[in-house]
């Protein structure tokens, strides 16, 4: 191959953190950038293009590299646009396709960061020949990539597959950020297992190992760690979390009918915590032609390489 390499990138609201990947999947070298530096664009672009070309030359320089793949919170594949992302500080509409390629002189393609892990399952992790399935991510919110007939969902603007945005609780829900209330990443994600002990030690009077801490400082990992500890609260909330999760996966299954569903995100090392409840109420939810059917995976992906292989997946497309 005369062009053996592409880019991956991830843009987060703190870091991006890019690498070179080659065509079995290797991240060959990888390094970062802070994006919550960068109020201008522009500015942002010449530090990445830094930092970046640095990595290339390790490589073989520019012209090894087949394109660059990215993905970014409210990442439109159609237009290259990130398009009012509300944890970055480009607002309103950023052509950074379009400025990247300018840059680099190569094809650059953009999706969000969901469809970038779903692309990346397919290719490299737990979807590998697979033609129908949802990924879902459980991290800070809840995102997810869908794909249908072995092609991610997009929609006719771009953005189909909000499904942490989907109503999960309809009386008196928790309040999203995006506006709504009752949206499943309120309830589903890292924040939401957080918001959780916060609600049950605050109107309950349930002994738990989690008192011991400020309610206002606890975390998702503090919850997994008690509940490992045998502590009984720590454990209901995460039985809590995956009913609401796996009735809503239930939901899911009935308009695509996936092989599998594919869990990917810092709440999976829960382990069975989060997955044990999940499939049960899956199972539990989902229409008789279905049950007994859909796969409940984790990914296969290493974390800290995982974004990075999903964007470089969307490169060799290019």
């Known amino acids: 191959m005369k062009k053996p390499y592409v880019v991956g990138m991830d843009i987060g609201g703190t870091n991006t953190d890019f690498g070179i990947v080659d065509a079995r999947g290797n991240v060959l070298v990888k390094s970062k950038i802070r994006t919550d530096k960068h ?14 070309m640095r990595l290339i030359e390790q490589v ?14 409210n990442g439109n594949y159609y237009n290259g646009n990130i398009e009012f992302a509300p944890n970055l500080l480009w607002k309103g509409i950023v052509p950074l396709a ?18 970038a892990a779903a692309i990346g399952e397919m290719t490299y992790g737990a979807a590998r020949g697979m033609k129908n399935f949802i990924v879902i991510t459980l991290g800070t919110g809840v995102g997810s990539g869908i794909v249908i007939d072995g092609k991610v969902v997009y929609g006719h603007d771009g953005f189909a597959g909000e499904l942490g945005h989907t109503i999960s609780v309809r009386n008196n829900g928790r309040m999203c950020g995006c506006g709504r209330t009752g949206c499943l990443e ?23 190992l989690l008192r011991n801490a400020a309610a206002s400082s606890i975390t998702s990992k503090d919850v997994y760690e008690k509940a490992i500890q045998g502590d009984e609260v720590a454990k209901e909330i995460f039985q809590y979390t995956g009913k609401i999760l796996g009735e809503a996966l239930a939901d899911f299954v009935a308009f695509s009918s996936p092989e599998a569903i594919i869990l990917f995100g810092g709440l999976t090392r829960a382990g069975n915590l989060i997955k044990d409840p999940i499939k ?20 296969e992906l290493r974390e800290s390489d995982a974004a990075v292989l999903g964007a470089s997946a969307l490169a060799w497309e290019v």
């Open 39 to 52: 109020i201008d664009i522009n500015r942002y672009i010449d530090d990445l293009h830094g930092e970046l």
């Open 60 to 73: 073989g320089g520019i012209e090894k590299i087949r394109g660059i793949g990215v993905g970014a919170p």
């Open 98 to 115: 379009k400025l990247m390629s300018a840059k680099f002189g190569v094809p650059v393609a953009l999706t969000n960061d969901a469809n």
């Open 186 to 208: 309120t309830y589903a994600s890292a924040t939401g297992v957080a918001r959780s002990a916060r609600e049950i030690l605050e109107t309950t009077d349930k002994p738990s």
């Open 280 to 299: 049960e109420h899956l199972e539990k939810n989902l229409l008789k032609l279905w049950q007994g059917k859909i796969k409940l995976l984790t990914s």
